[in-house]
Nanobody, 122 residues
Framework: QVQLVESGGGLVQAGGSLRLSCAAS????????MGWYRQAPGKEREFVAG????????YVADSVKGRFTISRDNAKSTVYLQMNSLKHEDTAVYYC???????????????WGQGTQVTVSS
């Protein structure tokens, strides 16, 4: 079965940066859209950013627009989330997601990663 493995999470000070990676294995994802969600304590899972593997189109949620950038490397079957100017409010578990069309809604997601913790200190 397809596996998505996140890495790059950790503890960072407010104003700092982190780069998350999500590596896909077990099956080709050349036609899949991929993206990122996050879930903070007491909050619902929130869409963060999405990218099309074939077209390279991207969408970033308004809550992180201007600070986060999603990118891909198809040769490595990997999607990235560059997070800059991090705020305490960005603290959450970040989940990689993959779907056949779009991933900006949970109903469009076929595969989920295990999640990686991002903690932004004050």
């Amino acid at each position: 079965q397809v596996q998505l493995v996140e890495s790059g999470g950790g503890l960072v000070q407010a104003g700092g940066s982190l780069r998350l990676s999500c590596a896909a294995s077990g099956r080709t994802f050349s036609s899949y859209a991929m993206g990122w969600y996050r879930q903070a304590p007491g909050k619902e899972r929130e869409f963060v950013a999405g990218i099309s593997w074939n077209g390279g189109s991207t969408y970033v949620a308004d809550s992180v627009k201007g600070r986060f950038t999603i990118s891909r490397d198809n040769a490595k079957s990997t999607v990235y989330l560059q997070m800059n100017s991090l705020k305490h409010e960005d603290t959450a578990v970040y989940y990689c997601a993959a779907g056949p069309i779009v991933v900006d809604r949970p109903s469009g997601v076929d595969y989920w990663g295990q999640g990686t913790q991002v903690t932004v200190s004050s």
